[in-house]
């Protein structure tokens, strides 16, 4: 039970416009991002059937090979936000710059992977032009994941300190970048060759790398280098390099566990059909239209929890919190009604250029599955809300060992039981799907509720006293 004074009534006016105003621009961010695979995944069906199928299971398999590695730099932003909030900024700099290290060592990690992947795709038994499709796009896409890594610790820098503004310029002109290459690449116009996901993957890939030299090029002004070190803290610094990964692994670990329970449960949807998985594919990607702005959300509260508690005001932290969430369900009860009563209007925009006949049983299932989708995002608000504030204070080794149970025993397991064994369909498959994500909504708000959080910290004490 809440207490009556962190209590959502009694929740100050301020804190939820500090966390609006926090977190629009990385609402703004995130459904860039959305709306990057949103078109990517559109342009996909209406060149066919097959490339859409494909899109997704290779796109979430590229997405778990990155997650730790994405993960662990990300959570670079935690540190600027508790040394910010501790008036520590000259250790500021030093942080982003372990975390483009941690960049380089994933773009090296993803050449070895190109190789293997199609032994990978031809074990998965999909079939044989799914799983060719699937091998190009998760190959272009490894060319990639070094600039995503090292995006991440570069934005952290900003967005830590609460400068969301500039990591939302730097991804609206990666999605420009991508849109346009997207429609250029895969049908081949303005003079190039038509690649189909092949050029899908080439234009994540090169709007990757644009993000990257435009966050670049914000941060190593010479204006940061007084405060912030942004020049003379650039050499590895194994104590903060290894604190940073004793929390940060736990944190990429997390959304890698996440990460795998869906894509094996996707795998797991491939066995029963094309027609059901590019339902299912087309679900998940209107889902982002939720997910990915109350991701937005969850990162504002983070930098916030992560900001107050390095300036020991855990108590605001948690209002703070409660705000978070509160915005957050409201706008996801919205899209809930609008899932339900409209859903034509998601999955229209799938069918240009498809074969009508076709698409319409993929649209009869997708349908029925954004129902699902309605019912369970409303669980997800508190399941990223709750873990986004634990992960503000470090508390990352209980996110992911929570992730890792629950993705195994509710997710995976019972998924190959129903599916393999019993032969169940998809409808049970989404159910299943559903459990997991209320399991996880609870038992992050339990955790949250217990209070643990507001005594942790990833950041050293300070050491001399403030003035």
């Not at 709306?35 to 290779?58: G, H, K, N």
């Not at 019993?422 to 799907?433: E, N």
Request: net charge positive; hydrophobic share 55%; glycine share 8%.
């Amino acid at each position: 039970m809440i207490e009556p004074r962190a209590s959502f009534i009694f929740t100050k006016k301020s804190h939820f416009k500090e966390v609006f105003f926090l977190a629009f621009p990385l609402i703004v961010t995130t459904s860039a991002w959305t709306i990057q695979c949103f078109v990517d995944r559109m342009f996909l069906a209406w060149y066919s059937t097959e490339a859409v199928a494909a899109s997704m299971p290779a796109g979430l398999l590229n997405l778990l090979t990155t997650s730790v590695f994405v993960g662990t730099a990300v959570f670079t932003e935690t540190f600027v936000a508790q040394y910010y909030g501790a008036k520590q900024f000259e250790k500021i700099g030093g942080v982003m710059w372990q975390g483009i290290y941690i960049g380089l060592v994933a773009a090296i990690f993803h050449l070895f992977l190109i190789p293997i992947a199609p032994a990978f795709f031809q074990m998965i038994g999909h079939a044989s032009d799914v799983s060719l499709l699937e091998t190009v796009y998760f190959q272009t896409l490894c060319a990639g994941a070094g600039a995503i890594v090292c995006s991440g610790a570069v934005a952290s820098f900003f967005a830590g300190r609460g400068k969301t503004k500039q990591v939302m310029f730097a991804t609206l002109f990666q999605t420009i970048i991508n849109i346009i290459l997207d429609y250029t690449l895969i049908f081949g116009r303005f003079g190039f060759p038509q690649l189909g996901i092949k050029g899908a993957g080439l234009a994540s890939v090169i709007s990757a790398y644009c993000n990257l030299i435009f966050l670049l090029l914000l941060a190593t002004r010479s204006t940061y280098e007084e405060k912030f070190r942004i020049y003379s803290s650039w050499k590895l610094d194994r104590q903060l390099f290894g604190r940073i990964l004793k929390y940060g692994i736990p944190s990429g670990l997390q959304g890698t566990m996440d990460l795998a329970g869906f894509t094996i449960f996707l795998l797991l949807l491939g066995k029963i059909g094309t027609i059901p998985l590019a339902a299912t594919n087309i679900a998940f990607n209107i889902n982002t239209l939720a997910f990915m702005p109350m991701v937005g959300i969850g990162m504002a509260v983070s930098i916030l929890v992560g900001q107050n508690l390095g300036a020991n005001n855990p108590e605001k932290a948690k209002e703070c919190t409660l705000a978070g969430f509160i915005i957050a369900f409201s706008y996801m009860l919205v899209l809930a009604i609008l899932y339900v009563t409209m859903p034509d209007i998601f999955i229209k925009p799938f069918s240009f250029r498809a074969d009508p006949v076709q698409f319409e049983q993929i649209r009869h299932i997708a349908v029925i599955l954004l129902r699902f989708v309605a019912f369970y995002s409303l669980f997800d608000g508190m399941n990223i809300i709750f873990a986004s504030a634990l992960r503000g204070a470090g508390d990352t080794r209980f996110i992911m060992l929570a992730m890792a149970f629950l993705s195994i025993f509710v997710l995976i397991i019972p998924s190959a039981i129903f599916i393999f064994l019993l032969q169940k369909g998809i409808y049970t498959a989404w159910t299943i799907a559903t459990i997991y994500v209320i399991a996880l909504a609870l038992m992050f708000f339990s955790r949250f509720q217990q209070g643990k959080w507001k005594q942790m910290r990833v950041i050293e004490k300070r050491t001399v006293p403030e003035d």
